[in-house]
């Protein structure tokens, strides 16, 4: 079955075209969606083959001049340096303004090829090719790029603090790169179909409900309409708002959380791990101030544990340091910190949340004697 999303953009429409096996065929949909014969893959090196082989064997016949580069998909290297090297790699395979990129990854190599497409010769035609369920429902659509920078004063990295918004011209979904991710990365992407339920699609959250036992280890029975809610909750939000300047921010739902705690190396959590805890810190914070009961806390948190995430962690630094740390955040307006806290229908932002309630959502997701 073949499904196709469109999104509008000012910096113009795309499609998501959600197809199994049709990483095979990659080649007629890029035709469609750019002019570009010259292109780049860019490939995480651990889906170098099957994956980015497959799209690059569909490229082969029809006389594509395609080479392909590699990047190792860590979050520490994250950095300019890795886009640097994509632009050597582009450079020496000779594209030009009508070239294109191809990103053939997780969210982060989606992010860093992203990144790269750009900024090289001032901006040519990026191809999203998702193959994490992080990235095929979340990453890839809406067209942020970016990577971690330094932060003064912390020996730790700030996430996604340079970048560019440069939407693709097409995102290929192909559900069958999910056969080779291993379980842990797969359950991480469950954590942005949870955020996207809780922001806007209550059917979403009741599938996940159904459906996780099944998908916590690893059963993809449902997951053709998981990403097919989770894509079009995630299009309309970027649709209505393409530059984050009003509703886009709703899907920062325990994004100020999970960057706070997702650098820090010996808590070892994948980006959709730290997402998940901070969901659980979001809720008991929303709680506090009044805008969702305890049922509605206690609901996400049994989802959430149902699909094998982790919603506490287990080491950690003091709740002060992690407020700290949450103020380097690109929410951060001027001394401002704004939240984005769900409510008992949807989610809100607000830049007047008291540090003893961050604390205490902080304290929530810790063992009970620590902080
Ligand atoms: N641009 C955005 O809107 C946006 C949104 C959410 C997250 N992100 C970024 O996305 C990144 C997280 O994305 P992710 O969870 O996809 O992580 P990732 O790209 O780091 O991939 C996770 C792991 O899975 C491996 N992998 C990827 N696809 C595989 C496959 N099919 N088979 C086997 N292994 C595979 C990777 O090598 C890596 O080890 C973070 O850097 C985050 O900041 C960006």
Redesign the pocket.
Known sequence: MSTRIPITSRQGDYDVLIEPGCLRTAAKYIACASQARRVLVVA?E??LAP?AAAVLESLQPDGWEATITTLP?E?PL?RMEAVERIWEAALAGGLDRHSAIIAV???????VAGFAAATYLRGIDLVQVP??L??MV??SI?G??GVNLPLPGLSRLG??LAGAFWPPKLVLVDAE??D???LR?FR??LA?CVKHAIISDPDLMCLLEQHAVALREGDRGAIEDILVRSINAKRQIVQEDEREAGCRMLLNLGHTFAHAIEPIKELDL???EAVSIGLSAAMTCAERLGLCTADAVNRVRVLLTDLGLPVSIAQHEPAEALCAAMRYDKKVDGDRLRLVLPMQQGACVRDDVAMADIEAAWHSVMPPSSG
């Open positions: 995480d651990q889906v994956h998909a979050e994250k990854g997780g969210g982060l190599t989606g992010d193959t994490t992080l990235a979340d990453a809406g942020k790029t996430k996604n790169t999910l080779t991710l291993p990365a991480s992407g942005e994948t980006h959709g």
